[in-house]
């Protein structure tokens, strides 16, 4: 999902290459969606809208921990410091929306599993 996004990103800049961009780092970041399952089954009779908000401030509490423990060793692989809505740089309140619809789509791939 990231490398979609960043390479949107690029398409907005008007660079048709598309190019998207990670780091290594994230594979252990985004594996800690799997972490979302209990919260998922904590707030599965909700209604869509509070269960993605509550699925957005979880993986903001996700992000801004790792980013934050990567900023201190000076590795973090991302700087949100020059937007608007950023906390240390390492959140940016504005992707909530991006956050609710990743929540809810991991909500789907987490819950629809047999074990």
């Not at 594979?27 to 269960?51: D, E, Q, S």
């Not at 903001?60 to 240390?88: M, Q, T, V």
Request: aromatic residues 16%; positive net charge; contains cysteine.
């Amino acid at each position: 999902m990231e490398i979609l996004f960043t390479s949107f990103g690029s398409y907005r800049k008007r660079e048709l290459k598309l190019m998207g961009q990670t780091s290594l780092w994230m594979f252990p970041i985004y594996g800690m969606a799997a972490f979302l399952k209990p919260v998922c089954r904590l707030v599965k009779n909700f209604p869509a809208g509070i269960r993605a908000m509550c699925y957005s401030i979880f993986i903001f509490l996700g992000e801004y921990i790792s980013g934050s423990i990567l900023k201190k060793h000076k590795i973090c692989p991302w700087d949100y410091s020059k937007a608007r809505a950023n906390i240390n740089g390492v959140i940016r309140l504005d992707y909530a929306p991006f956050w609710m619809i990743a929540g809810l789509i991991f909500e789907n791939v987490l819950m629809n599993r047999r074990n």
